[in-house]
């Protein structure tokens, strides 16, 4: 890995939206590297929430569902952490709502199970599954369940067939 590769994703993760620039204008293919763990520049900008550096990589043609290691995507990431602003910026952008990763989980998993409402309404709206089982049988609404966040749950209930949606 170059050291250019690695000034990128040192970037990523800071903000450093400045470096970004730069270093794109010396090798443009670089948005679409990927580290050891598979992690992109948008996975870590993403996950790191620089919303800024997000922009410009979706602006110049940063691969929206590229997995890394895991098969993780960067709106799983968002999904995660909780970054709405982001999440709104990927599926905006087309990002796949159903993308599973490496244990069968989707982005609609990770806000179900982290309590992240907003995220998991946005989902919805741009048609995430509930019943994508992950490798353990459970969906959404399952982990909505387990967790006992009903708040959750009746929101998931809403997209569910004769849900009052």
Known sequence: MSSNTTDIFDACRQGNLQRVKELYEEDRG???????????PLILASYNNQPEVVDFLLEKGAIINSPDGSDNSALMGVAFKGYTEIAKKLLDMGAN???????????????ATFGHLAIAEMLLKKGADIYVPDVRGKSPLDHARMQENWEMYDLLGQYTPGGSE
Do not use: E, H, M
């Open 30 to 40: 670089i948005i679409n590297a990927a580290d050891f763990k598979g992690f992109t």
């Open 97 to 111: 709502v159903n993308q599973r990763n490496a244990n069968g989980a989707t982005a609609l998993t990770f806000a």
